[in-house]
């Protein structure tokens, strides 16, 4: 065993110390602490795994220092910016849809100050937070009514709580889809207080299983987007105007959950699986439910929209207040909705519209410029490659979008996995993916501006 081990003080040892005592006036004893214990235990650790022989001065400048400096990194806050080099574009775990300036502008003006959420400023009296997107939502998507909630999900749950409580909602087979999370198609509609009724098989469904499921308990048809996977081959679904033209004759509603809502046609580039809202509400749909993070690009929100006479119902239901939106999320959501319109060109100025149709040329000089950078960094391998980008957020599975990465090799001195650990380590985190041996920086989900990043932290990672 190494003899230093015997040498290394408790924590109340070292708290005594001056230098520590020093840290405890401009800290607090509980920081230093932690911090003490654990720097400590990874002293402990080094000497006994043999990867370090020697014990620092406790009382010396250069411990104190470490100490102060990890002091600083528990105080900054655990949610932080990063840079998507993914090409992934509307990736889940990183936070989904980059908001447009204008959006993060309205959420500074309301957060910084109050607003009129819930005041009506025409007649003086008390307005709704609801009011304020659903004529820009009715616009954009041909809706009679509209209303916003926190996100996709609660708008599932109250769309089902609002419309087939105590009563029988049917659904294809090949529809019962899980978002990830555990949010499962058929638990929600058990927990909405909704019997499933399942009709067809997981390839195959007709128009004729629906009408032979119907009946004195039925209150809806529900349709869901397979949105996160595709089944190809031998298969069938009817029409949306099939599906319409049955609830209606039955008198019952037809729900569709579509999850990432398009409001502009995508199929110019490239993304032609994607369903545009309006289009949706035109084949007949009763209630179509999507979020605002997704392809619509702004923050999360839930979105439902169709029929007034349903959205009047579900705007007095009793649980509709656990799911509101907050004002931040509002503000921003609503100055997104406003970029759609003319004058403004929304897949310029929507940054996740902006991506995914940034011409293939430009994506490639990012890609060159990154490489030319870090070429200049000595210790790595640099080199541009064509790869496949995706639009994510559960959105079109099958659909790529060309694309060009920087690929990092360390050669034989850093293993991809090593440089990619770095790399997420780093002040501002640059995470990529790893593909054959190399890590892969894909330049369509990285700005202009993030390209200085991805240098300053290769810098650091090389230079350590
Ligand atoms: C993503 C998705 C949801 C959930 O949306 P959130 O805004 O994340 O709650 C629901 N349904 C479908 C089909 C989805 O793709």
């Not at 996160?228 to 069938?236: D, E, L, Q, W, Y």
Request: glycine share 8%; net charge neutral; with cysteine.
């Amino acid at each position: 065993m190494n003899s230093q081990l015997r040498h290394l003080p408790q924590v109340e040892a070292v708290l005594k110390m001056p230098a520590i005592l020093t840290l405890i006036d401009t800290y607090s004893r509980e920081e230093v602490i932690t911090v003490l214990r654990s720097s400590l235990a990874n002293l402990r650790a080094d000497l006994l795994a043999g990867r370090s022989q020697e014990l620092p001065d406790f009382d010396g400048a250069e411990f104190t220092a470490s100490i102060e400096k990890a002091i600083g990194t528990s105080r900054s806050p655990n949610l932080m910016p990063v840079v998507n080099a993914t090409g992934i574009i509307i990736h889940t775990n990183l936070g989904r849809a980059r908001l447009a300036p204008e959006a993060l502008q309205a959420m500074y003006d309301i957060g910084a100050r109050p607003s009129n959420l819930e005041l009506n400023l025409a007649t003086g009296k008390r307005g709704s937070r609801y009011d304020h997107t659903t004529a820009l939502i009715c616009e954009l998507t041909g809706a009679e009514s509209a209303l916003v909630v926190n996100n996709c999900a609660a708008a599932v749950v109250l769309a089902l709580m609002g419309t087939a409580v105590g009563r029988k909602v049917i659904a294809s087979r090949g529809e019962l889809i899980e978002i990830g999370g555990s949010f499962r198609l058929p638990d929600v509609i058990a927990q909405s207080g909704a019997t499933l009724k399942e009709v067809g098989s997981t390839n195959k469904t007709r128009l004729s299983d629906y009408a032979e499921a119907i009946d004195d308990e039925t209150a809806v048809l529900l349709k869901s987007h397979t949105s996160n996977f595709r089944i190809v081959g031998f298969t069938a679904t009817p029409s949306r105007k099939d599906l319409a033209r049955l609830a209606a004759e039955q008198g019952l509603i037809l729900i569709e959950d579509l999850g990432s809502g398009v409001l502009i046609d995508l199929s110019p580039y490239g993304l032609s699986d994607e369903p545009v809202v309006r289009d949706i509400l035109d084949a007949g749909v009763d209630l179509v439910m999507f979020s605002g993070d997704k392809l619509l690009g702004g923050p999360q929100a839930g979105i439902i929209a169709g029929r007034a006479k349903l959205i009047n119902g579900l705007r007095k239901h009793p649980l509709l207040r656990a799911m509101r939106i907050d004002k931040l999320s509002l503000a921003a959501l609503e100055v997104t909705l406003r970029l759609y319109r003319a004058p403004f060109d929304p897949l310029a100025r929507i940054p996740v519209l902006r991506m995914l149709s940034q011409p293939l040329a430009e994506v490639q000089a990012r890609a060159e410029k990154l490489a030319q950078c870090l070429q200049e960094l000595d210790g790595l391998n640099v080199s541009v490659a064509h790869s496949s980008a995706y639009v994510g957020g559960g959105s079109l599975p099958q659909q790529t979008l060309a694309s060009f990465s920087v690929l990092l090799d360390g050669r034989a001195r850093w293993a991809a996995d090593a440089i990619a650990d770095a790399l997420r380590h780093s002040s501002t985190p640059v995470i990529g993916r790893i593909h054959q041996g190399q890590l892969w920086l894909d330049m369509r989900t990285v700005t202009d501006e993030e390209i200085s990043m991805i240098v300053t932290a290769c810098r650091a990672i090389l230079t350590r």
